[in-house]
């Protein structure tokens, strides 16, 4: 699975039939009790296009777990370190969740 072992590592995926993409990304969350999205950013207009799709945007803007936006045609590679951003409004729960995985990924922040 992508290259190398991710032990520990616990991966499943759902379906869900809804109206408003937040909406169904909101749900999953709570049912599958989420610690990270991820997601791809393609699509969008104008400067969001730039940046990333505004489905991504509207998650980022209204996710109260973190968010890992990937680029379209971004190289995998194994990552070593990560960089940290944060409105600081929830610094504690959020590292909470940024800890527990640079630790299972031996990265450092």
């Known amino acids: 699975m992508l290259g190398y072992e991710l032990p520990n590592l ?11 993409f937040l909406t169904a990304i909101e749900s999953a969350v709570e049912k599958h009790r989420v610690e990270l999205i991820v997601m ?3 699509g969008a207009s104008g400067l969001t296009k730039i940046l990333m ?4 945007v509207k998650v980022i803007e209204n996710s109260k777990i973190p968010v890992l936006a990937i680029p379209e045609n971004t190289e995998l590679r194994i990552v070593k370190s990560v960089s940290y951003a ?3 409004q929830e610094i504690k729960n959020e590292m909470k969740v ?3 995985f ?3 990924f031996n990265w450092d922040i």
Do not use: Q, R
């Open 86 to 88: 944060s409105d600081l």
């Open 98 to 100: 940024l800890v527990k």
């Open 10 to 20: 616990h991966m499943e995926y759902d379906w869900m039939d809804a109206f408003i």
């Open 40 to 42: 791809g950013t393609k």
């Open 102 to 104: 640079a630790d299972h």
């Open 53 to 56: 799709g505004s489905n991504t």
